[in-house]
């Protein structure tokens, strides 16, 4: 008899919970990892994405080759994979993280019904957050819908427990004793190698001086962990401790933002794709076609707003202010609806992470948690003045700026920002 790990978002062997109670539990352990095809049958075939899972998951084999073990990885529908795995072990109980974005709970719930009624137990864990759905609530027991006051508890709860790492190498000798298990190619899965370059896991050295850089584009002043918060190659508990002990605190919000995000989506998650106020689903959107593909080519003729969607599009990541000026420019210059640019960052980003993603493209159309109002408008000029005064950032994602050939603007500011004003008032009042 053993018990079986499922790894999902959090492809990581130290500092794992569930994986720390499986090790610590009473039969021998064997990880595994679907590629699951109801994910990836949605996705481009060159989505950079899986080849980051899969040199992740080539290296948690390493590691588990290492200490006498290996990891089963497994093609196909969790639905069909499990009935499979059952046949081929004894298996006595499944441990794992849990997940809150509403595919995840789906395929949990049915997993737990179907192992339940195989007489398995099915142990979940938290583990991607410091605090989780229902554990920061305002005093009435309902979740907290403006940040401010959300952070205020969250900071007050954290404590060293919260931080605390799970020391699951201690307990390795748990891992099941079992032979190399073959991995399937990705090719065999209908992916291509990306030749992206993946963040490396570097944040330490941005800390100290977070708080001053992070707002300027042509500055590396932000740490590029996204990515490896979204596949869990890192644990939230050793970057808040570490933001702790740099005293950084601005840095420790923006983590707090994520789980107040996810947060958002577990109480609401009606909100991934209406808006969070649903009076603004009464926007008359114009929604041009054109306009879309000039958006996300980066040729609207708007420098700060082409350059991020060009650094978006080359290399899977964009600055957080550019992010805000984009989804602002996409959703009210052009009118176009947020879901068309979310859907579009979802596909590009390799830090895309479902909860942040619709949250910032709702703070930036106005509709969502703690929005600007709506008839705050941003002006890319101005945020070209503040945030890139020397244009380097523009010139290195927009070489042609400044030429002949540059884009003529797609719109006029005062021009849209006044029909803007109008088409929301009329459907807000
Ligand atoms: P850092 O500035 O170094 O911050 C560290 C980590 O804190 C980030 O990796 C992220 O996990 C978290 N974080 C920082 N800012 C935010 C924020 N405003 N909201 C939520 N979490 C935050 N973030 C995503 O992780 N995935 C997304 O898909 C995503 N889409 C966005 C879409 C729009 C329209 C906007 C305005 C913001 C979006 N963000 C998203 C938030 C933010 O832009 C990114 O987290 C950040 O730019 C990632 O870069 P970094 O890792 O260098 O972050």
Redesign the pocket.
């Known amino acids: 008899t053993i018990s079986i790990f499922w790894f999902r978002r959090d492809l990581r062997l130290e500092d794992n919970a569930a994986l720390y109670h499986a090790l610590r539990g009473k039969n021998p352990i064997l990880p595994i990892f679907i590629f699951d095809q109801n994910i990836l049958d949605k996705l481009a075939k060159d989505d950079a994405r899986i080849t980051f899972i899969y040199q992740t998951i080539e290296d948690l084999k390493k590691t588990l080759h290492k200490n006498g073990s290996d990891l089963l990885v497994k093609y196909g529908k969790p639905e069909t994979v499990w009935p499979e795995v059952l046949k081929e072990y004894d298996v006595a109980e499944v441990y794992t993280n849990h997940d809150y974005e509403p595919y995840a709970r789906e395929r949990d719930d049915n997993m737990a019904e179907f192992l339940r009624s195989e007489n398995i137990e099915f142990k979940t864990f938290k583990d991607q957050v410091i605090f989780e759905k229902g554990e920061i609530l305002k005093a009435d027991q309902t979740p907290y819908t403006v940040f401010t006051p959300y952070y205020k508890q969250w900071h007050a709860k954290l404590n060293d427990f919260s931080t605390k790492a799970y020391p699951t190498k201690k307990h390795f000798k748990n891992l099941l004793d079992i032979k190399h298990l073959p991995l399937p190619s990705l090719k065999e899965m209908g992916f291509e190698v990306s030749r992206l370059q993946f963040?490396k896991i570097e944040?330490k050295s941005?800390l100290d001086d977070?708080a001053k850089e992070?707002d300027f584009p042509a500055v590396e002043?932000?740490?590029?962990?996204?990515?490896?918060?979204?596949f869990g190659t890192i644990s939230i508990r050793k970057?808040a401790k570490d933001a702790i002990a740099a005293n950084s605190n601005v840095?420790l919000s923006?983590?707090a933002?994520?789980?107040?995000?996810m947060m958002i989506l577990w109480h609401f998650p009606y909100s991934a794709s209406d808006s969070f106020k649903k009076q603004y689903d009464k926007i008359k959107w114009r929604n041009d076609e054109k306009e879309f593909k000039a958006w996300c080519e980066g040729n609207t003729g708007y420098p700060i707003v082409d350059a991020g969607m060009r650094q978006l599009n080359e290399i899977g990541?964009?600055?957080?202010r550019v992010?805000?000026v984009?989804?602002s420019f996409l959703s009210k210059h052009l009118l176009i609806d947020w879901r068309w640019?979310?859907a579009y960052?979802?596909n590009k980003?390799l830090?895309?992470?479902?909860?942040?993603?619709?949250?910032?493209?709702q703070?930036?159309a106005g509709s969502g948690n703690d929005a600007a109002p709506y008839f705050r408008v941003f002006n890319p000029e101005l945020q070209t003045k503040r945030f890139d005064p020397k244009f380097e950032y523009i010139k290195k994602w927009v070489p042609e700026f400044g030429t002949k050939k540059y884009a003529q603007p797609i719109v006029e500011h005062k021009f849209a920002r006044e029909r803007v004003l109008k088409v929301f008032k009329e459907a807000l009042s």
Do not use: C, Q
Request: proline share 2%.
């Open positions: 963040p944040y941005k977070y992070r002043g932000t740490t590029r962990i996204g990515l490896h918060l979204r970057l840095w923006e983590l933002w994520r789980e107040f995000y990541w964009m600055h957080n992010r805000m984009t989804a640019g979310e960052f979802a980003l830090d895309y992470e479902m909860a942040s993603n619709v949250g910032g493209w703070w930036a």
